[in-house]
T-cell receptor
Framework: NAGVMQNPRHLVRRRGQEARLRCSPMKGHSHVYWYRQLPEEGLKFMVY????????ESGMPKERFSAEFPKEGPSILRIQQVVRGDSAAYFC??????????????FGPGTRLTVL | EDQVTQSPEALRLQEGESSSLNCSYT??????LFWYRQDPGKGPEFLFT?????EEKEKERLKATLTKKESFLHITAPKPEDSATYLC??????????????WGLGTSLAVNP
């Protein structure tokens, strides 16, 4: 019973390049969340998606960042024209559909993005 | 503004020395309070969900409690393998369909053998 999977685990990009982070939710989960963790700042919500639908992107920077969760395949967090300030750990979480159990989010191992 | 504050920032215990971690929160309607454990270089690992004041949950050496303003994570007779950062998060009921978690900065626990 695989948990939330994220890849790559480590990603190095030069300033101005694009970063693509992938997240496969747990089996049977249809809700996906992305969080960013900076040293000394804790975890911050970025975006909440269901299949083919963005529910809340209030934590996402207005420029350069986008997210999707297609009908088939993993959720993608895309960062265009990366800058050094984008260096962080990006975590994906998923939760089941329906009922109170949707409130519990299960996290993946994260992608550590380093921008040179 | 919704806020979660954890204390202490860091805690060092001897093996077997029980203690408590605190999570105080300010939110306009609590949907749920969550405790996670995070090891270095890994993602948060779910521990407990608490929904209403007076609720308690237990798992091995850990016990979580909830009041209207704060939650405690009690660690009884800790072992070195309990060393980790313990994170607290809340989910607001006013947010409707939104399930986002608002996080504290965590308590870094070190248990010495």
């Amino acid at each position: 019973n695989a948990g939330v999977m994220q890849n790559p685990r480590h990603l190095v990009r030069r300033r101005g390049q694009e970063a693509r982070l992938r997240c496969s939710p747990m089996k049977g989960h249809s809700h996906v969340y992305w969080y960013r963790q900076l040293p000394e700042e804790g975890l911050k919500f970025m975006v909440y998606l269901q299949k083919e639908n963005i529910i809340d992107e209030s934590g996402m920077p207005k420029e350069r960042f986008s997210a999707e969760f297609p009908k088939e395949g993993p959720s993608i967090l895309r960062i265009q024209q990366v800058v050094r300030g984008d260096s962080a750990a990006y975590f994906c979480a998923s939760s089941p559909r329906g009922g109170p159990s949707t409130d519990t989010q299960y996290f993946g191992p994260g992608t550590r993005l380093t921008v040179l | 503004e919704d806020q979660v504050t954890q204390s202490p920032e860091a805690l060092r215990l001897q093996e077997g020395e029980s203690s408590s971690l605190n999570c105080s929160y300010t939110v306009s309607g609590l949907r749920g309070l969550f405790w996670y454990r995070q090891d270095p270089g890994k993602g948060p690992e779910f521990l407990f969900t608490l929904y209403s004041a007076g609720e308690e949950k237990e798992k091995e050496r850990l016990k979580a409690t909830l009041t209207k303003k704060e939650s405690f994570l009690h660690i009884t007779a800790p072992k070195p393998e309990d060393s980790a950062t313990y994170l607290c998060a809340v989910q607001a009921s006013y947010a409707g369909n939104n399930r986002k978690l608002i996080w504290g900065l965590g308590t870094s626990l070190a248990v010495n053998p």
